[in-house]
């Protein structure tokens, strides 16, 4: 998977967005020029994920592309804004395999900040591009599931889903 990087998300940028389906229900793509940079649930509604596109992104111009792309059957470029601590957490989460669960603390030395746990959750939190940077992989260090932005049900069903429970 291509990667692009950019730190500041208060960077003015032109981007544009179509809502997909899932075998988790809709989503919504937000692509910029350098790739995706947002994947995130249609939930409760779209005007409420759109909005919060625009908290992430306070200086983003969407608009509509008309058409989704493809993202889930091609090698899609991925375009993550964020810290340089964000990008190394999100960057480990990419390593983390289908079927496969950590808890923070091993994402924090994969990250290679060990001794950031809380800092690393936190990052996990910030995940712009859910499903494609796994952040449902990590799970508390008893094995229970955790929270999830989207729901515990959600993650649940998605972990399943993969066989990692």
């Not at 809709?26 to 909005?51: H, K």
Request: aromatic letters at 10%; glycine letters at 8%; charged letters at 25%.
């Amino acid at each position: 998977m291509n990667i692009n990087v950019s730190h500041d998300r208060r960077e003015a940028f032109d981007a544009e967005y179509a809502f997909v389906d899932s075998p988790y229900g809709e989503m919504i793509e937000v692509f910029s020029n350098d790739g995706l940079c947002y994947l995130g649930f249609a939930q409760p509604d779209r005007t409420t994920v759109l909005n919060h596109v625009a908290e992430i992104f306070p200086n983003i111009r969407l608009a509509g592309a008309g058409k989704c792309r493809d993202i889930f059957s091609c090698d899609v470029t991925l375009h993550l804004i964020g810290t340089h601590f964000q990008i190394d957490v999100w960057r480990a989460l990419l390593d983390v395999g289908r079927g496969e669960t950590i808890c923070y603390s091993e994402l924090a030395r994969r990250a290679g900040h060990a001794s950031a746990v809380r800092a690393v959750a936190s990052a996990v939190g910030d995940n712009p591009v859910t499903l494609l940077v796994p952040c449902h992989r990590i799970v508390r260090r008893d094995g229970s599931i955790g929270q999830y932005y989207w729901g515990s049900e959600l993650k649940r069903r998605m972990l399943c889903d993969e066989g990692a429970i």
